[in-house]
């Protein structure tokens, strides 16, 4: 099967009451990991690389591993989504190498730190659209920006987040504000603010509604109903590899993610694509630690990596399974980008806004 746009897997979710998860990929193992799972549970994916992985491992690289992945695996439809362009430069870059979806991120500025103007982020946006639908590939905007609503601090990881202390209107997207988004951009999908922040250090407790606000999701729905939310940060800081981690020499605080329930409340009002990176981030380096620990002979670094890849698709199996995409990747017949295209064109696929 070949690679498909995003807003394909993203409208087959929405028809049929499903989330994907997106996960981050950098490397060999988390590709074969996110494979292995998806060949078991018969689901649909996502894998999006970050600025910090094209940084990483370098943009051919991370191509031609999924490229792999979608050789290997010929009957799961596969997207190759990038994430947070900071500039359509970038988003463009990506078009060019074969991405079949990009994630415009004009929430910032092209600094990729400091809170954009709604105007800057609409203008970016719609110029990214309009090049994207032509070819058929799938655009992702962001409106807010990420950060805790516990803290009221931005969420700079890795250099990418706003920095310092952000208002409370600034943490939270705003349903009147997405809806104008949407009519002026027709972004196909929309990362909003509702107190997730991407990283392990989450909230500091367990998450109640005040601060993460599931609430928000719904109001945003109702106003974009065919616009596919996105939940960025969306891991859940699994408790158990946090212990592992710490039990085998780690020093990671307590510390809290989006609990798996919460995130499934949110597939029910319009969220189709959730952003997991740090839980398969943790699984891996538990893993690692607790493989060398009891294994201090071992020097064959396949060794220490086939057990994070069995954590990892762990992981994943877990939220295709919890999400609802099992059992779907069987369903979807595979549309070229060029017939993609032909339908942004006549009007198919335009935003409904109310
Ligand atoms: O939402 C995301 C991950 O959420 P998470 O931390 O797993 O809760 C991604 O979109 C981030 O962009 C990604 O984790 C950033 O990765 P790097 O830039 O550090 O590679």
Known sequence: MPLVSMRQLLDHAAENGYGLPAFNVNNLEQIQAIMEAAAETNSPVIMQGSAGARKYAGEPYLRHLIEAAIETHPDIPIVMHQDHGASP????QSMRSGFSSVMMDGSLQEDAKTPASFEYNARVSKHV???AHAIGVSVEGELGCLGSLETGMGEKEDGHGAEGALSHDQLLTDPNEAAEFVKAT?????AIAIGTSHGAYKFTRPPTGAVLRIDRIKEIHARIPNTHLVMHGSSSVPQDWLKIINQYGGTMGETYGVPVEEIVEGIKHGVRKINIDTDL?????GAIRKYLAENTKDFDPRKYFAAARKAMKEICVARYTAF?????????KPMSLERMAE???KGELNAIVK
Do not use: E, F
Not at 89 to 92: H, L, N, T
Not at 281 to 285: E, G, N, W, Y
């Open 343 to 345: 339908r942004y064109k």
């Open 89 to 92: 430069a970038i988003c463009i």
């Open 324 to 332: 609802g995409c099992a059992g779907q990747a069987s369903k979807i």
């Open 186 to 190: 027709g972004v196909d999908a929309l």
């Open 281 to 285: 981030r943790m699984a891996s380096t």
């Open 129 to 131: 659209v309009d090049i």
